[in-house]
């Protein structure tokens, strides 16, 4: 029996190549909007693996330090050590800021700690050269994404920072690089005041602002004891909010990304749809362009079914193609935008699934044509 589907593609090869390359570009787009997602996901749980820590003690009535802004007095992390069951704490600040480069300034986010706290939030595995800070004053670890190297000097606020270590892969919950300063820096940058700022609130009779203050204390538990149980312990009795390591990333991954994965998901609904439409455009006008030859194939006896497959066939072999092109343009590209994408294989085989549904229900319209295709015609001209 003769393919009639790979005859006609044959006879139409570049402009079915073609037409499956930009069905592709769509597809692979869809490939990385989902990669985006899953980017946002893995971005969101950087720090709080790279801090490994149980619990974070935040202001009462808040979801911070991510979702809501918080502020505690940071000798809190000395009176928590009193707690039965509590082992280890730190002071941590978290802040936005204009990180000044050869260019144009980089938005980045400052994380504060103190050098000689128990707990250090520069995973060692990340550091690619240089060292951790060691000094309570003008010391920087930056991530290798913004350029900088050991030995660089980095002017922020009123102070000029030496960078002595260069991470990879360090991030925000928002993608953006991440760097560390020490605490009694990033307080000085957060929460001190510019000079002509605290010369007009003493005119107004306004006290200066206490830079004694960061937007959080972690802490971990020593073996045996139950989290719920210390947790519950410094909620009724230092009146904070205390949230654990899994708490801490359903606030980041559900209050912070929900939104913004609705986004994406109907983003990508809607370039499945316009896809399946294009496909369907295109079957129809194949399918019209050989209206006459349908004709003539109807008139001498070959039945519908027949017909039907190629058109089923073709539909098909564009779906798999454009999909194969999409995940070639995808890998290529990924790399190329400025937050993290992450491809997988199980999101590559969903989406095939789908091209396949889709190339299938786009067949119909042809379907439908050759049904209603007139053997007369053929003898009409």
Do not use: C
């Amino acid at each position: 029996m003769i393919n009639l589907a790979q005859r006609d593609i044959a006879h139409t090869l570049g402009k079915f190549i073609v037409t499956a390359m930009g069905v592709g570009m769509l597809l692979g787009i869809v490939l990385i909007m989902i990669g985006v997602y899953r980017g946002m996901i893995v971005d969101a749980e950087v720090l709080l693996d790279d801090l490994n820590i149980d619990m974070w003690i935040v202001q009462e009535n808040t979801l911070g330090p991510f979702a809501e802004a918080s502020r505690v007095h940071e000798d809190l992390k000395n009176t928590l050590k009193a707690i039965d069951g509590v082992d280890k704490t730190a002071a941590l600040t978290f802040q936005n800021i204009q990180l000044p480069s050869a260019t144009k300034p980089i938005r980045v986010v400052a994380v504060g700690y103190d050098p000689y706290d128990d707990i250090n939030p520069i995973n060692p595995n990340r550091l690619v050269s240089g060292r951790d800070i060691k000094h309570s004053h003008y010391e920087m670890v930056v991530s290798d994404n913004l350029g900088f190297v050991v030995g660089d000097k980095i002017e922020l606020g009123r102070n000029i920072y030496s960078v002595v270590g260069v991470t990879h892969g360090s991030v925000s919950s928002g993608g953006d690089p991440l760097v560390y300063i020490s605490l009694k820096d990033a307080q000085e940058l957060q929460f001190l005041y510019s000079n002509s700022r605290i010369r007009n609130d003493r005119a107004r009779g306004i006290k200066g602002g206490d830079s004694h203050m960061v937007n959080t204390i972690v802490a971990t538990l020593r073996d045996g004891y139950s989290i719920d149980a210390v947790a519950k312990n410094i909620q009724e009795y230092k009146h904070k909010s205390v949230y654990t390591r899994d708490e801490q990333k359903a606030i980041l991954t559900k209050n912070l990304i929900e939104r913004a994965s609705k986004q994406i998901g109907l983003f990508t609904a809607i370039l499945v749809m316009v896809s399946t439409i294009i496909i369907a455009l295109i079957i129809y006008t194949m399918t019209l362009e050989k209206m006459k030859e349908i004709s003539i194939m109807k008139l001498i006896g070959i039945p519908n079914s027949i017909i039907i497959k190629m058109i089923v066939q073709e539909t098909l072999l564009l779906g798999f193609l454009a999909f194969i092109f999409g995940n070639v343009f995808s890998h290529l590209i990924y790399t190329k935008f400025p937050k993290r994408v992450v491809l997988e294989l199980p999101d590559a085989w969903m989406l095939f699934l789908v091209v396949i549904v889709a190339s299938i229900l786009s067949s119909f319209i042809g379907v439908k044509k050759v049904i209603s295709a007139d053997p007369a015609a053929a003898i009409g001209g």
